[in-house]
């Protein structure tokens, strides 16, 4: 179900291992991070996943 209020805090995870993959670009907003650079939900409701190949 959809929430009534964004969750805001948990903690990202994947985003080290998915821009180890040859030719990825991550790129996302609406987070924070903390002084060990781990990354946070910061409220937003958006994700956005962008490929880009000769062929997907």
Same mark, same amino acid.
């Given at each position: 179900?959809?929430?009534?209020?964004?969750?805001?805090?948990?903690?990202?995870?994947?985003?080290?291992? $998915? $821009?180890?993959? &040859?030719?990825?670009?991550?790129?996302?907003?609406?987070?924070?991070?903390? &002084?060990?650079?781990?990354?946070?939900?910061?409220?937003?409701?958006?994700?956005?996943?962008?490929?880009? $190949?000769?062929?997907?």
């Amino acid at each position: 179900m959809y929430p009534a209020a964004p969750i805001k805090g948990d903690l990202i995870q994947g985003l080290t291992s $998915a $821009a180890r993959v &040859e030719g990825a670009t991550l790129l996302y907003a609406g987070v924070t991070e903390n &002084e060990s650079g781990q990354t946070f939900v910061g409220g937003g409701r958006v994700l956005n996943i962008v490929g880009q $190949a000769d062929n997907l």
